[in-house]
């Protein structure tokens, strides 16, 4: 038996979008179900360095499948100046629940940007009006194209407004997707009032206010991975229907973490977890809702389930470097 060593390109043919957005529900629901064990992730600070270590370790039982990996992952925000790097960098091992056996080593940098854009598909198809056409996405780095992607799984987007600061950036992604969608530059205003907005920006003070946004828009708020980091106004948070992915990681490093930490928000504030919605014990939109608010921090369980779906393509289709990690081949 062998290890597959599967790099980006590898994660990027082997991950369906429309197959991961059913995995990372199912990841929320074996979650909400107590399926799932999952501990908190631990930080590895090197303030020496400018940056940190993340260790994001999960096991999940699906209702015909069950998986177990760990993610490290660093932010290291001088890694592209000074070393010309990135400054995320991951690297998901992905292993047999049954015999711990190490299926697989994936480049988790990859597998992270897809499981985030289906993530944000999950919230979107539960809480975003049924005809919503139009989606706008403020920040346009690598993490943009994956937000359209997956949303476009799962609602019918014809028109997409892009709004950043890199004229570069945007004329990027107006190119990548211009023959699929009516897509243009816009301001955060016009990307605000879309159907749906996605924010997947690093910032800490809001750039995205309550006047900015549609009467029904839904807002996935991807952006804020971080104590500090804060995309959207106060007033957005406490008039909207709050969605969290975990109430732990979000009120410590989510989009919620500094107006908590002020005490503007509290318990009473937040909606419910994404995972009462997929199983049903909570609504999702109704009639009655106008805006709403999806706070992503990104869980483990997500990268596992994601590495199901890539392993299972993988060795399905020959693809990847198999290699003899443990010595034990014949």
């Known amino acids: ?24 529900e199912d990841a929320f629901a074996a979650y909400q179900r107590g399926d799932a064990q999952m501990p908190p992730k631990s930080y590895i600070d090197l303030p020496q360095y400018n940056g940190d270590f993340r260790s994001m370790p999960a096991y999940l039982e699906a209702e015909d499948w ?57 919230a979107t198809d539960h809480l975003a009006v049924e005809n919503a056409t139009s989606l706008g996405i403020v920040g346009a780095g690598v993490q943009s194209y994956t937000q359209l992607e997956a949303i476009s799984e799962v609602r019918p987007i014809e028109t997409v407004v892009v709004s950043d600061l890199d004229e ?19 301001s955060i205003a016009e990307a605000a009032s879309c159907d749906v907005l996605s924010t997947v920006t690093p910032v800490e003070d809001p750039i995205v206010s309550r006047e900015d946004l549609g009467e029904h828009t839904h807002v996935n708020a991807m952006g804020a991975d971080a104590e500090g980091k804060h995309e959207l106004a106060d007033e957005v948070l406490l008039d909207a229907k709050l969605v969290i992915d975990d109430y732990d990681q979000t009120t410590h490093s ?29 609504a999702g939109r109704t009639s009655e809702d106008g805006i709403s608010v999806f706070d992503s921090t990104g869980l483990a369980i997500q990268d596992v389930a994601a590495a199901h779906v890539v392993y299972e393509h993988a060795d399905e289709n020959d693809n990847g470097y198999p290699f003899d990690l443990l010595g034990l081949a014949e």
């Open 1 to 24: 038996m062998q290890t597959l060593l599967l790099n980006g390109d590898d994660v990027h043919e082997n991950a369906p979008m429309g197959e991961l957005v059913g995995a990372i």
């Open 66 to 122: 069950d998986a177990a990996g760990i993610k490290w992952v660093n932010v290291h925000p001088d890694n592209n100046d000074k070393f010309d790097l990135p400054t995320v960098m991951g690297t998901m091992i992905y292993s047999d629940p049954e015999t711990a056996y190490p299926l697989a080593v994936l480049d988790g940098t990859e597998l992270t940007m897809k499981r985030t854009g289906a993530a944000a598909a999950v």
């Open 168 to 186: 570069e950036r945007v004329a990027a992604f107006v190119d990548r997707f211009g023959d699929q969608f009516d897509v243009r530059a816009g």
């Open 254 to 282: 989510g989009e919620i973490n500094v107006p908590w930490h002020e005490g503007v928000l509290d318990d009473d504030d937040i909606y419910g977890q994404i995972g009462e919605i997929v199983v049903g014990e909570k």
